[in-house]
């Protein structure tokens, strides 16, 4: 894609009007003119953000994976490489490194197998000392 057409933000800032209506998601740039009338959120929600960068109200939607393949439609370039910004993803996964109660060598005693092992050999200990 770096043949692709590169726009400032500054470029982008003033296509800011229904007859050029462009946006920036996630460091590309999406002319949405034709668009406007044939979202399903309505016209007025893009209008809100064109010009500018949309990528977290379009993020906070939820949009659908078809939304995803139907913006591809209206794609017209990508920001200069000094201009882009990281990419926040709001993704959750099981692997997520970051997570406080993954099963390593760093979690704490009660998150490892031996707190329930040793929780079962005392409930044993403590009903054979009781019914035996
Ligand atoms: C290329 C850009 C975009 C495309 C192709 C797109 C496409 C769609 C599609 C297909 C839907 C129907 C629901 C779904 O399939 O997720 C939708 C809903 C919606 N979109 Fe977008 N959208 C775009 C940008 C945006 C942006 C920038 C905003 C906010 C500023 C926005 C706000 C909404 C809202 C509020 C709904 C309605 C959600 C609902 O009724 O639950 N969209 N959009």
Not at 58 to 62: L, M, N, S, T
């Given at each position: 894609m770096?043949?692709?057409?590169?726009?400032?933000r500054k470029?982008?800032s003033?296509?800011?009007?229904?007859?050029?209506?462009v946006?920036?998601?996630?460091?590309?740039?999406?002319?949405?003119?034709p668009?406007?009338?044939?979202?399903?959120g309505?016209?007025?929600?893009?209008l809100?953000?064109?010009g500018?960068?949309?990528?977290?109200d379009?993020?906070?939607?939820?949009h659908?994976i078809?939304a995803?393949?139907?913006?591809?439609?209206?794609?017209?370039?990508q920001?200069?490489?000094?201009?882009?910004?990281?990419?926040?993803?709001k993704?959750f996964?099981w692997?997520?490194k970051?997570?406080?109660s993954?099963d390593?060598?760093n979690?704490?005693?009660i998150?490892?197998w031996?707190?329930?092992?040793?929780?079962?050999?005392l409930m044993?200990?403590?009903?054979?000392?009781?019914?035996?």
């Open positions: 770096s043949d692709s057409k590169q726009f400032t470029e982008i003033s296509r800011n009007s229904k007859n050029d209506a946006v920036i998601i996630d460091n590309q740039v999406y002319d949405l003119t668009f406007l009338d044939d979202h399903p309505g016209h007025e929600v893009l809100n953000v064109v500018k960068d949309a990528s977290e379009f993020e906070d939607v939820g659908s078809d995803k393949e139907l913006m591809k439609k209206y794609l017209i370039g920001i200069v490489a000094e201009e882009r910004i990281e990419i926040k993803k993704t996964t692997d997520d970051s997570s406080p993954t390593t060598e979690s704490s005693f998150n490892t031996k707190f329930p092992v040793l929780m079962g050999l044993t200990l403590l009903y054979t000392y009781l019914f035996a």
